[in-house]
Each structure stands twice: as structure tokens, then as C-alpha cells.
């Protein structure tokens, strides 16, 4: 059974990092893409980030040089650190497994950027 857990959310200020962690279990995650997505109010879910197998990584124009995704084979973790976060960043964050023919998701964690 695959599972994803996302943690390290919370409140943080504009200007300020976060660093979300994502658990996962169930896979042979070293094999498969895994990617951060972000939901906000009224908003349709959208990808943030995302890392190969490798260390190839693709991410949203919005975060470019401001997030960097990681992955830890070894650990079966993958990590969004969140710099110069924006009030617009504000979203229930999700983590991603893409296996073929078929998305899992986490249960997501709320990132909320206010002053």
C-alpha cells in the first residue's frame, strides 16, 4: 500500500522559509518522479516541483530560485525548502508518487504566509 505523509507546515511571515518533508512508503520510491503540488482557495491544484529519479528537477516559474525539491533514496523522503515565501504561496501543499498510470498524493499540509 502506498502512503505519502507530508509535515512541516505552519504560519510563517512574508520573507520567511519553511521546509516540507514527505514520508513515503509502499514503493520502491528511488525509482519514480515525486513532486510537490499546491492547492489555494478557489484555486485549481498545481505543480510547485519536481525531481526525477535523478536529480533532475523541474519546477513552477512562480518558485524558480526561491524553492529547491530534494529527494533521499535512502530515507524514501523527498523536501520543498521554501525561501522568500510570498503571500501568494499561501496553499495546502501536497506530495506527489508518479507510477505509471497513476498519481498518489498525501494527505497535504497547510502552508499559510501571513503578516
Known amino acids: 500500500q502506498v502512503q505519502l505523509v507530508e509535515s512541516g507546515g505552519g504560519l510563517v511571515q512574508p520573507g520567511g522559509s519553511l521546509r516540507l518533508s514527505c514520508a513515503a512508503s509502499?514503493?520502491?520510491?528511488?525509482?519514480?518522479?515525486m513532486g510537490w503540488y499546491r492547492q489555494a482557495p478557489g484555486k485549481q491544484r498545481e505543480l510547485v516541483a519536481k525531481i526525477l529519479s535523478g536529480v533532475s528537477t523541474n519546477y513552477a516559474d512562480s518558485v524558480k530560485g526561491r524553492f529547491t525539491i530534494s529527494r533521499d533514496n535512502a530515507k524514501n523522503m523527498v523536501y520543498l525548502q521554501m525561501n522568500s515565501l510570498k503571500l501568494d504561496d499561501t496553499a495546502v501543499y501536497y506530495c506527489?508518487?508518479?507510477?505509471?498510470?497513476?498519481?498518489?498524493w498525501g494527505q497535504g499540509t497547510q502552508v499559510t504566509v501571513s503578516s
Open positions: 506527489n508518487a508518479e507510477l505509471p498510470g497513476r498519481y498518489y
Open positions: 509502499g514503493i520502491t520510491f528511488r525509482i519514480y518522479p
